[in-house]
């Protein structure tokens, strides 16, 4: 029997497709390839094409990209690399395929013959593959020679040079877990890049919350590039642990990390085409000249702290809740969280845990998920011990996720939401009953969509809400007034007495950042980091189809952002750090589809 009669009807109708989308890519026939696609479709690229993240709609877009992309990107040898599935009259298949500049791989999605959804991806450039598996180095120089130095001396060298006689290529102002990412996959590529870190050791920015922390994602979604959390490592990672890990990542993975170092002020030349950045490492100014600046400076980095009459006179403890010491010198004290979402929850569990008087104010709604509930219905399926004995791969989930555009996410995920609430329905009545405004988000899509649009909004539950539920944390619906000597007065008079007060009320746009470092006026020409354009609550239109601003080139030539949870931030520092390595080695890189800016902040 031949190779093609022994093909399955998914795996033929998959190859057919393959084939005429690569003759007609091949033919440079743009629109012949736009009609392989059906009338409501998606292509989702990550740079193979458009070196840009982008996701283009429908035919006419689709054609309009491969119009400006396909003489140069010269795409070829496109076929699917495992047995397609097929379920709900949708063919899926992992295709892979080359360009004239890389290697990449994606994801298929077929109904009645036609593409729906199809992700591309670069995976390597070709000339700069990373020295992994086969190809990793061998370490040693072996023979007799009078001028050998070793490992240690080389790094040695390496340190005492980057930043003062060689300059770095990139800089990454800030060494969370986002820079620290970002950082290894540039050092594989051997793109010579220094992260500088307000804080003294990597780990510092989980280290300093408050110490009740936990991961509230599971360890399966928040692996770093190239080592894995081993597998005795617990589902939901202490704050201090994640933070040791990032520690000893960091050495391991040979990062040129500058701690204890602020980045205090960057100018671009447009002429010389670098960056003149001062730094403040350890009381020395050093001025850096990368080529690259990127911005992972969190998405929790700058403190969004509401402004009260009285609160210069409130004669107790108040801080924000990044600055929150835990709960231990607040026990008996009466204490007033202001906010209901993730921190709040979390710091009022931890004070009544401490025999502290607690009232949570709420201003607005919250939307609820019970982490057991969380990792079985929405995350399980790729990110779980079942996901991996039925050998799902991180990298594989991870595509798995991107595969699915973004104007579709939310749809796919309401029903996801259904099953959430009907399955709790019990603790969601009790939450409600308790007086606790809950929503489902504005589609009714959920947590995740939440994340995506606004990055705040939701509470993953790992037990506060059934303190609240049971009135053991007070609940205030409500908003807040002034405060006196000794209260939060809320707009109805109501006095809530307080020893402490925990501003529990989220964070600025990433933009922020930019203004401080580098001036408002680039701050402006970047525009708002974050959210898709969803035209829902914190997420304003136009919809604009991927994250602002994150991991992709932006209005300021040689600026960038990275960041996002543990999972984006493994995922996308691909492809921020394949872009950047295509810079540094001078491969043409022109932008398709560069993002308009519709909002400031
Ligand atoms: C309470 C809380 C719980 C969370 N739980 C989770 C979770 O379970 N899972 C998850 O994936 N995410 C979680 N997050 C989101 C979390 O913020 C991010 O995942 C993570 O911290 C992002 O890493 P990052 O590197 O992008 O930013 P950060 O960790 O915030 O790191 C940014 C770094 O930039 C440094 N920096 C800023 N400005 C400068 C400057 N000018 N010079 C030098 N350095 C500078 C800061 O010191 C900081 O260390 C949580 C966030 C909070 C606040």
């Not at 980045?263 to 100014?285: H, I, M, Q």
Request: hydrophobic share 35%; with cysteine.
């Amino acid at each position: 029997m031949s190779a093609t009669a022994a093909r399955s009807p998914a795996a033929t109708e998959v190859a057919n497709w393959l084939s005429r989308f690569g003759e007609a890519l091949e033919q440079g026939d743009s629109a012949g390839a736009a009609e392989l696609f059906a009338p409501e479709s998606y292509w989702r690229d990550l740079i193979a094409f458009t070196w840009n993240i982008k996701t283009v709609e429908g035919r006419a877009e689709i054609a309009d990209m491969l119009d400006h992309t396909l003489g140069r990107v010269k795409p070829r040898g496109w076929h699917a690399t495992e047995e397609p599935e097929v379920a709900d009259g949708v063919t899926s298949a992992w295709i892979a395929f080359e360009t004239e500049t890389g290697r990449g791989g994606g994801h298929l999605r077929l109904i009645d013959g036609q593409a729906w959804t199809l992700l591309t991806a670069l995976d390597e450039l070709k000339g700069y593959e990373q020295g992994l598996g086969p190809r990793r180095p061998k370490g040693v120089v072996h023979g007799a020679n009078p001028e050998r130095h070793s490992w240690l001396e080389d790094r040695r060298r390496e340190a005492e040079e980057l930043g003062h006689t060689v300059q770095p290529y990139a800089v990454i102002v800030g060494g969370g877990q986002g820079g620290i990412a970002l950082g290894a996959r540039l050092r594989q590529l051997g793109v010579p890049t220094i992260i500088v870190e307000r804080n003294p050791r990597p780990g510092d920015s989980w280290r300093n919350r408050y110490k009740s922390l936990c991961l509230h994602d599971p360890v399966w979604y928040d692996h770093l590039p190239y080592v894995k959390f081993p597998p005795n490592w617990p589902v939901f990672s202490p704050k201090d642990k994640i933070a040791d890990w990032l520690e000893m990542y960091t050495r391991v993975m040979e990062l040129n990390y500058w701690g204890s170092t602020t980045a205090k002020s960057a100018r671009y030349d447009e002429d010389a085409g670098e960056w003149t950045l001062v730094v403040d490492r350890d009381g020395e100014e050093i001025t850096l000249r990368p080529k690259q600046l990127v911005m992972a400076t969190g998405m929790s980095g700058r403190p969004h702290t509401p402004v009260f009459e009285g609160m210069d006179r409130f004669k107790g403890d108040q801080h924000h809740s990044s600055r929150h010491p835990g709960p231990d010198k607040y026990r008996g004290k009466r204490a007033v969280v202001i906010g209901s979402n993730n921190s709040a929850h979390d710091i009022c569990a931890a004070l009544w845990e401490h025999g502290a008087d607690v009232t949570m104010v709420q201003r607005s709604s919250t939307h609820v998920v019970r982490s057991d509930t969380l990792m079985e219905i929405a995350l399980g399926a790729l990110y779980s011990e079942d996901a991996v004995a039925a050998g799902m791969t991180t990298e594989k989930a991870d595509l798995t996720f991107a595969s699915l555009p973004y104007r579709i996410m939310a749809g796919l995920q309401v029903p996801v939401y259904e099953q959430i609430r009907e399955r709790d329905a019990d603790f969601y009545a009790r939450l409600e009953a308790a007086g606790f405004q809950h929503d489902w988000g504005e589609d009714g899509s959920g947590l995740f969509m939440k994340y995506l649009r606004r990055a705040s909004g939701y509470y993953i539950d790992v037990g506060a809400s059934e303190l609240v539920a049971s009135g053991e944390v007070k609940l205030r619906p409500g908003q807040v007034d002034h405060l006196t000597e000794g209260a939060v007065v809320m707009a109805d008079g109501t006095e809530l007495p307080a020893d402490l007060v925990v501003y529990a009320t989220g964070y600025e746009s990433m933009n922020g950042s930019v203004a401080d470092l580098i001036s408002q006026e680039v701050a402006d020409k970047v525009g708002k980091v974050w959210g898709l354009g969803s035209d829902t609550a914190k997420d304003p239109g136009p919809w604009e189809g991927e994250q602002r601003n994150m991991w992709k080139p932006t209005q300021q030539k040689a600026l960038w952002f990275h960041g996002g949870n543990l999972h984006q931030s493994r995922h996308y520092s691909l492809y921020l750090a394949l872009q950047l390595k295509a810079r540094a080695e001078g491969i043409d890189t022109p932008v398709y589809g560069l993002q308009e800016v519709h909002h400031t902040r």
